[in-house]
């Protein structure tokens, strides 16, 4: 596996969980975590207002704050982005693929 940032974690952490939430489960197989890092996570993201925990249904949800984060992080990816030929490369879950999108190449 290719080495991932701690932010590229959290931002596959918070994908995971945005929209209806997520339990652990699919949290730590999505960011391809283990159960301890997982739970560091999780403890940073509930104390500082990015998750939410129902514990009524034992799922985690990405507050406005969490979506926020996420959003800036795929700006600031898209910016920073390589070009590979005449397509970008994008970040879909934890995997970068060609956008579908060819760049004009002047």
């Given at each position: 596996m290719k080495?991932?940032?701690?932010?590229?974690?959290?931002?596959a952490i918070l994908e995971a969980a945005t929209g209806h939430g997520a339990?652990?489960?699919?949290?730590?197989h999505y960011s391809q975590t283990?159960?301890?890092?997982?739970?560091s996570y999780l403890e940073v993201f509930l104390d500082n207002g990015l998750l939410e925990y129902i514990p009524k249904l034992r799922l985690y949800r990405a507050t406005k704050m969490g979506?926020?984060?996420?959003?800036?992080y795929n700006?600031?990816?898209r910016n920073l982005n390589?070009?590979?030929g005449n397509k970008l490369l994008v970040l879909r879950?934890?995997?970068?693929?060609s956008s579908n999108n060819a760049l004009d190449s002047n």
């Open positions: 080495f991932r940032s701690r932010v590229d974690i959290c931002a339990k652990k489960t699919k949290l730590m283990s159960f301890s890092q997982v739970n979506v926020r984060y996420l959003q800036n700006e600031a990816w390589p070009i590979v879950g934890n995997t970068y693929v």
